[in-house]
């Protein structure tokens, strides 16, 4: 509160002093500047996330750096960050490519005084500001809240069957935290529903041919097979193939998650019955909002939760439906 | 090239017959297996079901068309690990070029496949010399310079990908990725073309049969005239090439180019040749070998899905029959009389 109201008080004092040129000049080096590290550029996840940093930006008048390593990896992540880092920004908006690889390179940036938001992925629990462990140095934690996304799907693919019938999880590999989650959460929600029996999950290690044979194995064995839901991208393309060399699209409603703008041909000609959308705009958003508000003086919270929207063939040509779709640029 | 057995041997000579063909050994124990598992607890046939095989086969394809030149270089005593992101490389390329064809070319989608297609293929040409160039011209070890090229295939896919997968709509492309012929999938008409023409090459031809000499001993036959260089070089192209056709038919399965398409193929792929037989010391291996090992792979990972075992023994099962299949063919050597490899 002090802290703030000094803030405000100079804020007067230089509106009192007069637009001079003066407190212009210190004004500029006193901004905020604020970076974002993404897991990798050029995804239409992080892209999407970067607008919505963009927009906060704007709003408050505060700058935005935005720096990332080509491609989902520890070894070119930490060089960008470093980088970053020597550019003494105000606070640091980050998706760190691991959870524990990346605590050391972030205690750095801590430790010179940077403040540190985790958006999408974390480091250590994910769970900050608790004075236990190495990792609850970052101020706070912006994502979907991947175990209610597994729970949406869990609904709406539910709905889409009838409530009734067979289905299973087409997963990446274990041990990797957000599609973990995602897969809890579906399993969760779909114990509510008698009717709906769960099949062994399968993983796919990211290989959409495995992705495709494994759905057409378990069609096989179980031809009355009623839904499958994909826990990311390739393991919902993947089982899509299988299913449409089975012949059976339509028939076994498939449930994806995420949503870039391929999407929609797929949502609409029915490969997809639906798909779960992040919003990664509002983690852009709210992550900057975040790191504004700390370096304001205002208090902020440890972790936010940001929302999905089920989309459909029926409902993607909905304005606010269609906006959820990832950016590719 | 078959290595002959000692003389006067009758039991090692059997004994050698049967390690030759253990992979389609090993194919028939599992087909067997999954068979009565199939029966016993579904009361379900896994064999006699057309939907399987298309099932199984369609999955063999993309691991095998790998596997196909990984045969060359193997039995040439080397090993390419540039294979899958050449693959992803080449379907990046590949669905770019339908896509650019169709849309600012204006070209009808039949000629716009098959631009896709050449050019895939055709960009594989880079890292095929390359490779070839590193290990016949500088003498860089295989297993190194071709650990170089996955490196730089695969940030080129992803350059070229923008970090994204690149969706083709163009009914012809993915016709020839998913479509039937008298039920048989095109996928499994065009590798059964491709395996036919390299076993042709392997065993019918000149530049087959200095690939064996090669594998069994370098220096002998650069002394028999051989032009290593030059053999190392078509080796190592050929070899990309087929991670080029991989890429491209991916690009058509999926609608999608996609840089990762090949990462998790490329084990799938050297466990093929050597559970087919190959040797990883050079010298041996053939292409109906290789066949049977990637169709191994297949039924494994297929079967254990379709008796609802727990995903985990896949890993186990794809591990074991390598393991025993390498032990497989140390006896074999044994029984040869420590023949000598370089």
Redesign the interface.
């Given at each position: 509160m002090d802290r703030r109201s000094a803030v405000k008080l100079m804020g007067a004092a230089a509106a009192v002093a007069g637009l001079g040129a003066l407190p212009g000049r210190a004004r500029a080096a006193d901004k905020i500047t604020i970076a974002l590290v993404p897991g990798?550029?050029?995804?239409?996840f992080y892209v999407t996330m970067h607008h919505g940093a963009e927009a906060a930006a704007k709003a408050v008048g505060a700058d935005l750096i935005y720096q990332g390593a080509?491609?989902w990896n520890v070894s070119l992540q930490v060089p960008v960050l470093d980088a970053v880092i020597g550019k003494k920004p105000t606070a640091l908006l980050i998706a760190p490519t691991d959870k524990k690889q990346l605590i050391q390179p972030l205690k750095k940036a801590f430790d010179a005084g940077i403040a540190v938001v985790c958006v999408d992925t974390f480091i250590g629990t994910g769970v900050f500001q608790t004075g236990s462990g190495d990792a609850d140095f970052p101020l706070s934690y912006v994502a979907s809240d991947n175990v209610l996304g597994g729970r949406m799907a869990a609904r709406a693919l539910a709905k889409a069957i009838g409530e009734k019938g067979k289905v299973y999880v087409s997963n990446v590999k274990p041990g990797v935290s957000t599609t973990d989650q995602r897969e809890q959460g579906f399993k969760e929600e779909m114990k509510r529903f008698s009717g709906i029996e769960m099949?062994?999950?399968?993983?796919n290690?990211?290989?959409?041919?495995?992705a495709?044979?494994?759905v057409?194995?378990?069609?096989?064995?179980v031809p009355d097979l009623a839904g499958v839901f994909g826990a990311n991208?390739?393991s919902a393309?993947?089982t899509a193939?299988?299913v449409?060399?089975?012949g059976k699209i339509g028939k076994i409603k498939l449930a994806g998650f995420d949503a870039?703008e391929?999407i929609v041909?797929q949502l609409k000609d029915g490969t997809f019955e639906l798909t779960i959308a992040q919003h990664p705009a509002e983690i852009g958003y709210f992550g900057f909002m975040v790191a504004y508000a700390n370096a304001t003086g205002n208090p902020v919270p440890t972790a936010i939760g940001t929302g999905f929207t089920v989309m459909t063939g029926a409902n993607i040509d909905d304005p606010k439906v269609s906006r959820y779709l990832y950016k590719?640029s | 090239m078959t290595p002959k057995p000692p003389q006067g041997n009758a039991g090692a000579a059997l004994l050698m017959r049967i390690a030759e063909l253990r992979a389609w050994l090993f194919l028939i124990i599992l087909v067997v297996f999954f068979e009565v598992w199939?029966r016993v607890a579904?009361g379900?046939s896994f064999i006699f079901?057309v939907?399987?095989l298309?099932?199984?086969s369609?999955?063999a394809t993309?691991?095998l068309l790998l596997a196909l030149g990984q045969t060359f270089v193997i039995i040439s005593a080397g090993i390419d690990l540039s294979l899958g992101f050449v693959m992803g490389l080449a379907s990046v390329i590949a669905a770019h070029s339908a896509n650019f064809a169709l849309d600012s070319l204006g070209l009808p989608p039949l000629l716009a496949m098959l631009c896709g297609i050449l050019s895939g293929v055709i960009v594989t040409f880079v890292p095929g010399l390359v490779n070839g160039w590193l290990i016949a011209q500088l003498r860089v070890p295989p297993f190194i310079g071709t650990l170089g090229m996955y490196g730089v295939a695969r940030?080129a896919a992803?350059?070229f990908a923008?970090?994204?997968?690149i969706?083709v709509?163009n009914d012809w492309y993915s016709g020839i990725g998913?479509n039937r012929y008298f039920g048989v999938?095109m996928l499994v008409i065009l590798t059964a073309i491709a395996c036919l023409i390299m076993h042709y090459l392997l065993s019918q031809t000149r530049f087959g049969q200095h690939t064996y000499a090669m594998g069994a001993s370098q220096p002998a036959a650069r002394r028999a005239g051989i032009n290593i260089r030059a053999l190392t070089m078509q080796i190592y192209f050929l070899s990309a090439i087929m991670a080029g056709v991989a890429g491209a038919l991916?690009t058509g399965?999926?609608s999608?180019g996609?840089p990762?398409?090949g990462?998790?193929?490329l084990l799938d792929s050297i466990a093929a040749v050597v559970i087919g037989g190959a040797s990883l010391f050079g010298g041996s291996g053939n292409i109906a070998g290789t066949i049977a090992g990637a169709l191994v792979i297949?039924v494994i990972?297929?079967?254990l899905?379709?008796?609802?075992v727990?995903?985990?023994w896949q890993f186990i099962a794809v591990g074991a029959v390598i393991i025993i299949s390498v032990l497989v063919d140390q006896t074999q050597r044994k029984f040869l009389g420590g023949r000598q490899v370089e």
């Amino acid at each position: 509160m002090d802290r703030r109201s000094a803030v405000k008080l100079m804020g007067a004092a230089a509106a009192v002093a007069g637009l001079g040129a003066l407190p212009g000049r210190a004004r500029a080096a006193d901004k905020i500047t604020i970076a974002l590290v993404p897991g990798l550029t050029a995804d239409g996840f992080y892209v999407t996330m970067h607008h919505g940093a963009e927009a906060a930006a704007k709003a408050v008048g505060a700058d935005l750096i935005y720096q990332g390593a080509a491609e989902w990896n520890v070894s070119l992540q930490v060089p960008v960050l470093d980088a970053v880092i020597g550019k003494k920004p105000t606070a640091l908006l980050i998706a760190p490519t691991d959870k524990k690889q990346l605590i050391q390179p972030l205690k750095k940036a801590f430790d010179a005084g940077i403040a540190v938001v985790c958006v999408d992925t974390f480091i250590g629990t994910g769970v900050f500001q608790t004075g236990s462990g190495d990792a609850d140095f970052p101020l706070s934690y912006v994502a979907s809240d991947n175990v209610l996304g597994g729970r949406m799907a869990a609904r709406a693919l539910a709905k889409a069957i009838g409530e009734k019938g067979k289905v299973y999880v087409s997963n990446v590999k274990p041990g990797v935290s957000t599609t973990d989650q995602r897969e809890q959460g579906f399993k969760e929600e779909m114990k509510r529903f008698s009717g709906i029996e769960m099949l062994e999950t399968q993983f796919n290690d990211d290989d959409a041919n495995k992705a495709a044979a494994q759905v057409q194995a378990v069609i096989g064995r179980v031809p009355d097979l009623a839904g499958v839901f994909g826990a990311n991208l390739f393991s919902a393309g993947g089982t899509a193939n299988g299913v449409k060399a089975a012949g059976k699209i339509g028939k076994i409603k498939l449930a994806g998650f995420d949503a870039p703008e391929s999407i929609v041909p797929q949502l609409k000609d029915g490969t997809f019955e639906l798909t779960i959308a992040q919003h990664p705009a509002e983690i852009g958003y709210f992550g900057f909002m975040v790191a504004y508000a700390n370096a304001t003086g205002n208090p902020v919270p440890t972790a936010i939760g940001t929302g999905f929207t089920v989309m459909t063939g029926a409902n993607i040509d909905d304005p606010k439906v269609s906006r959820y779709l990832y950016k590719s640029s | 090239m078959t290595p002959k057995p000692p003389q006067g041997n009758a039991g090692a000579a059997l004994l050698m017959r049967i390690a030759e063909l253990r992979a389609w050994l090993f194919l028939i124990i599992l087909v067997v297996f999954f068979e009565v598992w199939a029966r016993v607890a579904y009361g379900a046939s896994f064999i006699f079901n057309v939907y399987n095989l298309q099932s199984i086969s369609v999955f063999a394809t993309a691991p095998l068309l790998l596997a196909l030149g990984q045969t060359f270089v193997i039995i040439s005593a080397g090993i390419d690990l540039s294979l899958g992101f050449v693959m992803g490389l080449a379907s990046v390329i590949a669905a770019h070029s339908a896509n650019f064809a169709l849309d600012s070319l204006g070209l009808p989608p039949l000629l716009a496949m098959l631009c896709g297609i050449l050019s895939g293929v055709i960009v594989t040409f880079v890292p095929g010399l390359v490779n070839g160039w590193l290990i016949a011209q500088l003498r860089v070890p295989p297993f190194i310079g071709t650990l170089g090229m996955y490196g730089v295939a695969r940030g080129a896919a992803y350059l070229f990908a923008g970090g994204m997968t690149i969706s083709v709509t163009n009914d012809w492309y993915s016709g020839i990725g998913n479509n039937r012929y008298f039920g048989v999938p095109m996928l499994v008409i065009l590798t059964a073309i491709a395996c036919l023409i390299m076993h042709y090459l392997l065993s019918q031809t000149r530049f087959g049969q200095h690939t064996y000499a090669m594998g069994a001993s370098q220096p002998a036959a650069r002394r028999a005239g051989i032009n290593i260089r030059a053999l190392t070089m078509q080796i190592y192209f050929l070899s990309a090439i087929m991670a080029g056709v991989a890429g491209a038919l991916y690009t058509g399965r999926f609608s999608a180019g996609a840089p990762q398409a090949g990462e998790p193929l490329l084990l799938d792929s050297i466990a093929a040749v050597v559970i087919g037989g190959a040797s990883l010391f050079g010298g041996s291996g053939n292409i109906a070998g290789t066949i049977a090992g990637a169709l191994v792979i297949a039924v494994i990972q297929y079967g254990l899905v379709f008796i609802d075992v727990e995903p985990f023994w896949q890993f186990i099962a794809v591990g074991a029959v390598i393991i025993i299949s390498v032990l497989v063919d140390q006896t074999q050597r044994k029984f040869l009389g420590g023949r000598q490899v370089e």
